[in-house]
């Protein structure tokens, strides 16, 4: 048995402050649950070629949903949000599936070196 991912195409990502990811159809994501962003490829030209947003591309980010089809992103330890002004723009494609409930740090830290 296992647990079946829960995904949404993504069609949209703003370069803004809070970084804004826009989903094809609503997201039925739940506030602070984590994500990751995959397949971000847009207009990639053999053998190498440009890919949108590569600093968000196959990394995991606390979401603060702003609308069915839209959420935020924020980083998952500091939550603070993911400013993608000077991030290559959106070109197509990607998604943003759920990897985890929540993100559970050991209370003491330093005996784990």
């Known amino acids: 048995m296992g647990q079946i991912p829960r995904r949404a195409n993504i069609i949209n990502v703003t370069n803004s402050k809070k970084c804004e990811v826009t989903t094809e159809l609503p997201h039925e994501f739940l506030p602070n649950e ?23 591309n196959n990394y995991r980010f606390r979401i603060k949903i702003t609308a069915d089809d839209k ?11 993911v400013d993608s002004i000077n991030y290559t723009p959106y070109l197509r494609g990607g998604f943003a599936t759920i990897v985890e409930q929540n ?11």
């Open 103 to 113: 993100l559970y740090l050991p209370k003491n830290c330093s005996s784990m070196a």
């Open 34 to 56: 984590f994500i990751r962003i995959t397949d971000l490829n847009g207009g990639i030209k053999p053998p190498a070629g440009p890919r949108g947003v590569d600093p968000i």
């Open 71 to 81: 959420f935020t992103l924020e980083h998952p330890v500091t939550f603070l949000p």
